[in-house]
Nanobody
Framework: VQLQASGGGLVQAGGSLRLSCGVS????????MGWFRQAPGEEREFVTA????????YYADSVKGRFTISRDNAKNMLYLQMNSLKPEDTAVYYC???????????????????????WGQGTQVTVSS
């Protein structure tokens, strides 16, 4: 499975960006998907995740109400709509996929990086104040 994230850029505080993650090598519809981010000097942190069906989503408290994760299994695409961006959202954003096979997890597992087996290369998001 290969993941390719795109859509990052430079935006002013309060602005919006939409990240995309294209998946190749396997159909997306059996995989839990997530977005993580890593700021300079910081550890990679969970942003949001979505179940393989799209019926359940999880968000970090810091982005709840501002970010929306979605997926289009027919197009093998994952999205992250980011609104009301803040300078503290500046980071490299990574999309990730679990091992597939229609797995479900206890809620806490969606937040852990080790749940995900495949990672994209990251896309830089910079929010200026």
């Amino acid at each position: 499975v290969q993941l390719q994230a795109s859509g990052g850029g430079l935006v002013q505080a309060g602005g919006s960006l939409r990240l995309s993650c294209g998946v190749s090598g396997r159909t997306l519809n059996s995989h839990v998907m997530g977005w993580f981010r890593q700021a300079p000097g910081e550890e990679r942190e969970f942003v949001t995740a979505i179940s393989w069906s799209g019926g359940t989503t999880y968000y970090a408290d810091s982005v709840k109400g501002r970010f929306t994760i979605s997926r289009d299994n027919a197009k093998n695409m994952l999205y992250l709509q980011m609104n009301s961006l803040k300078p503290e959202d500046t980071a490299v954003y990574y999309c990730a996929a679990d091992g597939g096979r229609l797995r479900t997890y206890l809620a806490a597992a969606y937040y852990r990086a080790r749940t995900y087996d495949y990672w994209g290369q990251g896309t830089q998001v910079t929010v200026s104040s």
